[in-house]
């Protein structure tokens, strides 16, 4: 129903700061009225909530990135973006972008993020 494509991950020195983007195709319909969301997992853990936005636009986040993470959403665009502050190598992970309504739920393939020196 929405296929998701997740960019900008990469490797970024600890206290460096980088962007995830979210481009979404598929039902406009469900790309305007769905919540997004960036989740995250690392090796050998569960994936977890990073950060939400709903199609109002109001947002949640994890405790462990509120004031250093910021995720909107750009409606004209189709894209989701996930702002990335102060990066600690305990961000490392895989980040996938998620959208999903009542009945609908799609999960993007991910990309890399390494937070290493």
């Known amino acids: 129903q929405v296929q998701l494509v997740e960019s900008g991950g990469g490797l970024v020195q600890p206290g460096g700061s980088l962007r995830l983007s979210c481009a979404a195709s598929?039902?406009?319909?469900?790309?305007?009225?769905?919540?997004m969301g960036w989740y995250r997992q690392a090796p050998g853990k569960e994936r977890e909530l990073v950060a939400s936005?709903?199609?109002?636009?109001?947002?949640n986040y994890a405790d462990s990135v509120k004031g250093r993470f910021t995720i909107s959403r750009d409606n004209t665009k189709n894209t989701v973006y996930l702002q990335m502050n102060s990066l600690k190598p305990e961000d490392t992970a895989v980040y996938y972008c998620?959208?999903?309504?009542?009945?609908?739920?799609?999960w993007g393939q991910g990309t890399q993020l390494t937070v290493s020196s």
């Open positions: 998620n959208a999903h309504g009542t009945w609908w739920d799609n």
């Open positions: 598929g039902s406009i319909f469900a790309i305007r009225t769905g919540a």
């Open positions: 936005i709903t199609s109002g636009g109001s947002t």
